[in-house]
């Protein structure tokens, strides 16, 4: 069962907070975070997990102003529905067809999907 001590974190976290380059800072803040929610911990009381949780979030917060802000990432090409996926019914498009057949019933025919 880990310990309740937060002294180790707080210099990580500190060494972050005085870095030069924000890849840095981002590298201390990223051991401090894995130093306070270890996986697999078990944490004696509800107290002790919630100021992990508490000083965890904090430290999400400064990530969160190193990193760039980016724009929403386009969806990568080739996955998805093709342009004009969803043609109108009865539409005539250029696509696969298909012949099926059916013996017992006598049905046969050709169709364009």
Do not use: C, N
């Not at 937060?6 to 051991?31: F, H, M, P």
């Not at 975070?33 to 911990?41: F, H, K, S, V």
């Amino acid at each position: 069962m880990p310990g309740d001590d937060l002294a180790e974190i707080v210099q990580v976290e500190r060494r972050g907070d005085a870095a030069d380059a924000s890849q840095a800072a981002l590298a201390y803040y990223r051991e401090a975070q894995l130093l306070l929610l270890p996986a697999g911990a078990v944490w004696p009381g509800r107290e002790a997990y919630d100021r992990r949780m508490e000083a965890f979030e904090r430290i999400q917060q400064k990530i969160y102003r190193l990193q760039p802000s980016t724009p929403e990432a386009a969806p990568p090409t080739g996955f998805g529905p093709a342009a004009g996926a969803f043609a109108a019914p009865g539409a005539r498009a250029a696509g696969l067809q298909v012949h099926t057949r059916v013996d017992r019933s006598g049905l046969s025919g050709f169709h364009r999907l």
